[in-house]
């Protein structure tokens, strides 16, 4: 079992930033790909940005250049920097391990 502690949501004008962080524990494989999923109300939950302990990462087109995924591997921890941010991105947060564990979610609204 994994669980997932997100933090670092809240409330921003556009054009601001907001940086969240996960931190996974439990049964914890250090290679597993962790990252950050959203879903706006009403429509489907979609992919944000991935990333592996190797360093590798994938972004959604929409925050392609504004997203920045890193993560701590000796922390199981993995940050999302969101800068220059859009009304658009108003969504819940939720973190993964690996595909198969989620975090309980945290807002991030953005006012225009």
């Known amino acids: 079992q994994v669980r997932l502690v997100e933090s670092g949501g809240g409330l921003v004008q556009a054009g601001g930033s907001l940086r969240l962080s996960c931190t996974a524990s439990?049964?914890?494989?250090?290679?597993?790909?962790m990252g950050w999923y959203r879903q706006a109300p009403g429509k489907q939950r979609e992919m944000v940005a991935t990333?592996?302990?190797?360093?590798?990462?994938n972004y959604a087109d929409s925050v392609k250049g504004r997203f920045t995924i890193s993560r701590d591997n000796a922390k199981n921890t993995v940050y999302l920097q969101m800068n220059a941010l859009k009304p658009e991105d108003t969504a819940v947060y939720y973190c993964?391990?690996?595909?198969?564990?989620w975090g309980q979610g945290t807002q991030v609204t953005v006012s225009s």
């Open positions: 993964h391990y690996n595909f198969l564990y």
């Open positions: 439990g049964n914890i494989v250090s290679i597993a790909p």
């Open positions: 990333g592996t302990s190797g360093g590798s990462t």
